[in-house]
């Protein structure tokens, strides 16, 4: 009898231990984004009360393999279990995925001032293939216009997660995305974005925004995230953006002047003072 309910306690245990585990395995559907984290703490400093960031590229070049075994890890993904992740996971792991190659990029290109040098006349860099995803070598403008900004997620807050390795782009955030907290983590950097006053800002009667929301413009007015009006997009972070009650009402009726700033290509790397 004490043999039988011994028996049943252990089987118990182990059956609750096996449900636990299952349980962290759904929640992140199977994929580790730590190696990407690890690195983005070891060499991604932000700055300016946190609206922006760089990033110590001659340490990360000198200390490269953690970013070599994640890319790896990335590149073994079939795309079959992909498929099989839930969609916050999916766009995790594709802007992650992003992010992590356009570094390796730059890597790969020690001495440039900018992402805009490599690749000659007659080539951008993000028109060249060498990312591994998905079962196919790909660009990383395949990566970002045909898979992350698809209509499949219709998320217009992806503009401000995916990094270009230049100071005009947002900031390369110190985490990866991943699926259970992407909302909060697009949410957060956002705001962020909204924030930095050397993107958007009031100047007397206009308001004068990073020029992301020229070229992605359509993204903001295609019903994404139910926005069918960039002001529409604007006027849900006020805050952010500093407006007043009689700028918002302008803004609303769009009698708000919106002019776009200079982008800056410069490399977003850690300056030698620092």
Not at 148 to 167: K, T
Not at 218 to 225: H, L, M, R
Request: aromatic share 12%; glycine share 4%; with cysteine.
């Amino acid at each position: 009898m004490k043999t039988h309910s011994m028996t049943t306690w252990h089987m118990a245990i182990i059956v609750f231990s096996l449900l636990l585990a299952c349980t962290r395995v759904d929640a992140d559907a199977g994929f580790d984004h730590g190696l990407w984290t690890q690195d983005l703490q070891q060499f991604v400093t932000l700055r300016r009360e946190g609206v922006a960031s760089d990033v110590n590229y001659a340490a990360w070049r000198q200390a490269r393999e953690s970013l070599d075994r994640y890319l790896s890890k990335l590149a073994a993904v079939e795309k079959g279990t992909y498929q099989s992740w839930p969609k916050a996971q999916q766009l995790a792991f594709l802007i992650n995925a992003y992010n992590a190659y356009t570094v390796q990029l730059i890597l790969d290109h020690p001495d440039i001032d900018s992402i805009k040098d490599i690749g000659g006349w007659f080539r951008q860099p993000w028109s060249i293939e060498f990312a591994s995803l998905l079962g196919q070598t790909r660009s990383l403008d395949e990566i970002e216009h045909q898979l992350i900004r698809s209509d499949y997620f219709s998320e217009p807050r992806i503009h401000f997660a995916v990094n270009c390795a230049s100071v005009g782009c947002p900031l390369l955030r110190r985490e990866a995305y991943v699926g259970k907290h992407l909302d909060r983590q697009l949410g957060d950097q956002t705001q962020r974005f909204l924030q930095d006053k050397s993107r958007n800002k009031i100047v007397g009667s206009r308001l004068v925004l990073s020029p992301i929301f020229k070229w992605y413009r359509d993204d903001f007015e295609s019903n994404w995230g139910g926005y069918n009006r960039l002001e529409d997009f604007l006027l849900d972070h006020p805050a952010a953006l500093d407006l007043t009650q009689q700028q918002k009402k302008l803004l609303k009726n769009r009698q708000l002047d919106i002019e776009y700033s200079e982008y800056d290509w410069s490399l977003n790397q850690t300056s030698p003072h620092h």
